[in-house]
């Protein structure tokens, strides 16, 4: 099984054993109102629903990551889905998490991973525009802003504004080339 791993954090596929963690994360208003496509309420249905469709999915830039603490706490998931032929970030991290830079920690360690593997041209992906925690996380792995949509909010049914950032390997070098620079930079 494929494990990214840093000193405070693993990533791994997620399991169907981590439905219940997943669903507990997704079921919290505050994190499913910033997810384009999350429900709320979230079930654990809803969880088993989406892991049955994960192995349909192909690696590289379909890629779905679990993060948990090296105490195998879950703290959230990361990972790409395929937009335009090109990899496109997504990722949530349980509320009791926040704060704490595991996110930004999770996102260096995969995006790492794909630029130093698989490969990809370029990263794609974006925020609401209020959401400026999630924003800070790309800024400081080098993303760069491009543009401006309207995305709908599942949770919210209801469109928001969108910054749209992307960020190449180079950029990403640049802005956090280990993980000691990344954290002094923060």
């Not at 963690?21 to 208003?29: D, K, Q, V």
Request: aromatic share 12%; charged share 20%.
């Amino acid at each position: 099984m494929l494990k990214l791993a840093t000193d405070r954090l693993y990533l791994r596929p997620p399991q169907m054993d981590d439905a219940a963690a997943i669903a507990a994360a997704l079921s919290r208003y505050e994190v499913a109102k910033d997810m384009a496509h999350v429900p709320h309420p979230y079930s654990l249905e809803d969880a088993q629903a989406w892991l049955e469709r994960q192995p349909q999915i192909s690696p590289p830039y379909g890629q779905k990551f679990a993060i948990f603490t090296h105490e195998d706490q879950f703290c959230g998931m990361t990972g790409f889905t395929e937009r335009e032929e090109l990899p496109s970030l997504g990722y949530y991290m349980h509320p009791d998490f926040w704060g704490q830079g595991l996110m930004t920690e999770a996102n260096w360690a995969l995006i790492k991973w794909l630029f130093n593997g698989p490969g990809a041209p370029k990263i794609t992906s974006g925020v609401f525009d209020y959401n400026i925690a999630s924003l800070k996380v790309q800024q400081k792995l080098g993303f760069q802003t491009v543009g401006q949509s309207q995305v709908q909010s599942l949770a919210q049914n209801k469109e928001f504004a969108h910054i749209d950032t992307e960020l190449t390997k180079d950029a990403f070098e640049n802005a956090a080339p280990t993980l000691a620079t990344l954290r002094k930079n923060t």
